[in-house]
Every structure is written in C-alpha cells, then in structure tokens.
C-alpha cells in the first residue's frame, strides 16, 4: 500500500511536470519567445543538461579508479556509431549490448 | 483512396518500429525495480515521455527526492518549450482533442505533425489527432510488453540500466547537430565531474544544473 501511495504520487507529480512543459509554449511563452536571455538559454542549456545526464546516470562509476573505464568506453561507442550512422536505436542498442556483455563477464561491477 | 485511419497508420509506422522497442526496453529496467508491470503502463499513458520515463527509473533507483525528480524531468523537458512553438498555429483541433494533442506531443509526434500535411478530402485536424493516439498506443505496449516480460522471465539483465547514459548520449549528439559549437559540451562536462569529484555526489545532478545556468546567464550578461 505504501509503495502504491509513493508510485502513484510519483508518477502523477512526473505527468503533471512533463504536461506543463509541453503546454507552457501555448498559453504563454508565445509572448517571450524571443527575449535574448531566453533565446540564449534555449539554446546552450539543453545541451549541457544532456552532458549532465550521461555523467549522472553513470556517477557511481566516476570514480579515481578502473570502475570508470567499461562505460568511458561503451560511452565512446555509442557516440561513434551515432556520429556514424545517427540511428538512435542501433546506438543504445549496441552500446547497453556492450556493457551488459562487459559486466557479465565480471569486467566491471 | 486512404482512408484517415489508414493514412494516420502508415505515417505513423516509423515511428511504431522506435517505439516499440524503446518503450519494451523501459519496460525491461523498470521490471529490475521490482514493481508491479501495470506502473510501466501507467507510466506510459500518464506521462508518455521517452527520455523522461528512462530518467524517472534512474531516480526511482537512486531513491531520489520528490522535488528533485520533478526539477530533474522539468529540466530534462525543456527543450521542448523550445521546439513546440513553431507548432503553435499548425494544430487543428479544439477542445478536448487540442488538449490531447498537447500532452501527446513528443519529440516523434511533433517531428511528424510538423512534416505531415493532410491531403485533400481529409481533415487535418482527424489525421493529426489519429497520429498522436497511434503514436502513444505503439508506447503503451512496448513499455507493457517490456515489463511484463522484464517481470517474467528471469534471463540475466544486469548491466541494461546502460540505456539510460546511451540514451543521453545519443540526445546530447542530437543536441550537437542542432547547435553545432562545441564549448556548452566540454563546460557541462568540467562543471558535472567538478561537482561529483568535489562538491557533492547526491545532489550532483541539481547542484550541476543550476552552476550550468548561472554561467550562462553570467555569460549572457558580460556578453550585452
């Protein structure tokens, strides 16, 4: 029960901030859009919040030890396949099959 | 001559072969959390957002507090605010459709209705409304699918959360083609390992978010 109250709450609070994000531009930013503060923003900070997330999502693993090196290189992977072909789906696909082929092997942990 | 379902299916048939297997894959990750297959459902019918639900498990996993799974989806979704407003006139339908079509507008539905024109004898608004419902259906099942399989069939997944930085990766590519200068790229990489290594390793994410914003604005600033 506890758990359900927690996912409910979580997921009602995540569809309400990814809805709001996708209705902001119709009722309001119409007015703003080309403020040059917001035209910069939007320009540079999805970027860096992209880089912000891979570092995330891997951040137990950046670490001053080898821990880091099976998703540096998994990660370079993914990025050549995609600078290559631009196919997004080969790209995750190929580079979680080499992770996962690495870390079953008992490369990493 | 198509009918408006037959040519919402056949516009839309790229994107079933992304989601389905996208969606199956969240399905996958979510399953190792341990909770029931129908919360990736609702996952998908609620908040129906690729990189945002594959974060969402992240957070989950890392018992992440509510407020920074909400700042971190805001953050993650506003490049949308972005991209919609060239779509601000082109959506037809009113009422309760328009709202749909609002929330049921990810980086593919809006990649389609922005390249989609309706030909004649077939309303646009019908054909767009159709894509968007066709779209998140092919979601819907793949992050069922994916779960219930995930949830099943105990076959070895250890290492899968490796779509969630591929996927970010593959997302900060895509940014790279759109503004084509590298400096954002290597200043978020100084400023995210500068707060793990030595500022704080729970709170990187925001921490790191907001010292991003600030030197844009003070960048911004110098710059007038």
Request: hydrophobic share 55%; net charge positive.
């Given at each position: 029960?506890?758990?359900?109250?927690?996912?409910?709450?979580?997921?009602?609070?995540?569809?309400?901030?990814?809805?709001?994000?996708?209705?902001?531009?119709?009722?309001?930013?119409?007015?703003?859009?080309?403020?040059?503060?917001?035209?910069?923003?939007?320009?540079?900070?999805?970027?860096?919040?992209?880089?912000?997330?891979?570092?995330?999502?891997?951040?137990?693993?950046?670490?001053?030890?080898?821990?880091?090196?099976?998703?540096?290189?998994?990660?370079?992977?993914?990025?050549?396949?995609?600078?290559?072909?631009?196919?997004?789906?080969?790209?995750?696909?190929?580079?979680?099959?080499?992770?996962?082929?690495?870390?079953?092997?008992?490369?990493?942990? | 001559?198509?009918?408006?379902?037959?040519?919402?299916?056949?516009?839309?048939?790229?994107?079933?072969?992304?989601?389905?297997?996208?969606?199956?894959?969240?399905?996958?990750?979510?399953?190792?959390?341990?909770?029931?297959?129908?919360?990736?459902?609702?996952?998908?019918?609620?908040?129906?957002?690729?990189?945002?639900?594959?974060?969402?498990?992240?957070?989950?996993?890392?018992?992440?507090?509510?407020?920074?799974?909400?700042i971190?989806?805001?953050?993650?979704?506003?490049?949308?605010?972005?991209?919609?407003?060239?779509?601000?006139?082109?959506?037809?339908?009113?009422?309760?459709?328009?709202?749909?079509?609002?929330?049921?507008?990810?980086?593919?539905?809006?990649?389609?209705?922005?390249?989609?024109?309706?030909?004649?004898?077939?309303?646009?608004?019908?054909?767009?409304?159709?894509?968007?419902?066709?779209?998140?259906?092919?979601?819907?099942?793949?992050?069922?699918?994916?779960?219930?399989?995930?949830?099943?069939?105990?076959?070895?997944?250890?290492?899968?959360?490796?779509?969630?930085?591929?996927?970010?990766?593959?997302?900060?590519?895509?940014?790279?083609?759109?503004?084509?200068?590298?400096?954002?790229?290597?200043?978020?990489?100084?400023?995210?390992?500068?707060t793990?290594?030595?500022?704080?390793?729970?709170?990187?994410l925001l921490i790191a978010i907001l010292l991003s914003l600030c030197?844009?604005?003070?960048?911004?600033?110098?710059?007038?």
């Amino acid at each position: 029960m506890e758990s359900f109250l927690y996912l409910s709450s979580v997921i009602a609070l995540l569809a309400l901030a990814t809805f709001a994000t996708r209705l902001l531009p119709f009722v309001l930013l119409y007015k703003v859009a080309d403020h040059p503060v917001l035209t910069h923003l939007g320009r540079y900070l999805p970027a860096m919040v992209m880089v912000l997330l891979v570092l995330y999502a891997i951040k137990q693993d950046v670490t001053f030890s080898t821990d880091i090196l099976a998703p540096t290189a998994c990660l370079a992977l993914v990025a050549l396949l995609h600078v290559l072909f631009r196919q997004a789906l080969l790209s995750i696909v190929a580079g979680t099959a080499a992770y996962m082929t690495l870390v079953q092997m008992g490369w990493t942990g | 001559m198509l009918s408006v379902n037959q040519l919402a299916l056949r516009t839309s048939l790229p994107v079933l072969f992304g989601y389905l297997p996208l969606g199956a894959a969240f399905g996958v990750l979510f399953a190792e959390l341990g909770h029931h297959w129908l919360y990736a459902t609702a996952m998908g019918l609620f908040i129906y957002a690729g990189a945002g639900q594959f974060l969402a498990v992240g957070l989950l996993a890392n018992q992440a507090a509510l407020t920074e799974m909400v700042i971190a989806t805001l953050l993650l979704n506003a490049r949308h605010l972005f991209y919609g407003l060239s779509l601000l006139n082109r959506i037809r339908s009113r009422g309760w459709r328009r709202w749909y079509q609002i929330f049921s507008l990810t980086d593919e539905t809006y990649s389609l209705l922005s390249s989609t024109r309706a030909p004649q004898g077939i309303d646009e608004g019908q054909l767009q409304l159709r894509i968007a419902a066709f779209n998140q259906i092919y979601w819907v099942l793949g992050c069922t699918l994916g779960a219930f399989i995930g949830s099943q069939v105990s076959f070895s997944t250890a290492g899968i959360e490796f779509v969630l930085p591929a996927l970010f990766m593959v997302l900060a590519i895509e940014q790279y083609h759109s503004i084509r200068e590298p400096w954002p790229f290597w200043l978020a990489l100084s400023i995210g390992l500068g707060t793990l290594l030595l500022i704080s390793r729970e709170h990187m994410l925001l921490i790191a978010i907001l010292l991003s914003l600030c030197v844009l604005l003070l960048q911004r600033a110098g710059r007038s």
